[in-house]
């Protein structure tokens, strides 16, 4: 079958290959991802047959997003970082420095609009606690 552009198992695998390699192996493995919520919310969910994602500005660990972005800006100011440096400048003087500018002046705006929603990996030998048992 042809793929086109619109296609999203494509699109998965290109822009989200972490999160392909790890539905994967659920299956694989007899494995599921497990939403930890209140009984009133999975009752909520179910009848409803939707699941709403957060913004990381109201998230309750709201340092998530910050934690990620300054990984970015570490592997950027690394040794591979400036590889990609390097690289993006042998293909037009100065693109390393527009592109370092150009996400910078939109990160403030990737975090406004940056909703997610987080799972935990359950393997079954965890079935009798769950993988959060402390709750």
């Known amino acids: 079958m042809?793929?086109?552009?619109?296609?999203p198992a494509r699109?998965?695998?290109?822009?989200f290959p972490y999160t392909e390699m790890k539905i994967r192996e659920?299956?694989?493995t007899g494995g599921r991802f497990a939403y930890y919520t209140t009984a009133d919310i999975a009752?909520?969910?179910l009848k409803g047959r939707q699941v709403w994602l957060r913004n990381t500005l109201a998230m309750n660990d709201y340092r998530e997003f910050d934690h990620g972005s300054d990984c970015l800006k570490a592997a950027y100011?690394?040794?591979?970082?400036h590889a990609l440096n390097a690289v993006l400048n042998?293909?037009?003087?100065?693109l390393a420095d527009e592109v370092r500018d150009y996400f910078n002046?939109?990160?403030?705006?990737?975090e406004y609009d940056t909703?997610?929603?987080?799972?935990?990996?359950?393997?079954s030998d965890e079935d009798p606690h769950g993988r959060l048992s402390m709750w």
Do not use: V
Not at 2 to 7: C, E, L, M, Y
Not at 105 to 110: E, H, M, R
């Open 43 to 45: 009752s909520k969910i």
């Open 26 to 28: 659920a299956r694989e």
């Open 105 to 110: 002046a939109w990160l403030p705006s990737i």
């Open 115 to 123: 909703y997610m929603l987080c799972l935990s990996n359950h393997s």
């Open 2 to 7: 042809k793929s086109t552009p619109a296609d």
């Open 11 to 15: 699109i998965q695998r290109i822009f």
């Open 90 to 94: 042998s293909c037009f003087s100065g």
């Open 77 to 81: 100011n690394s040794e591979p970082g």
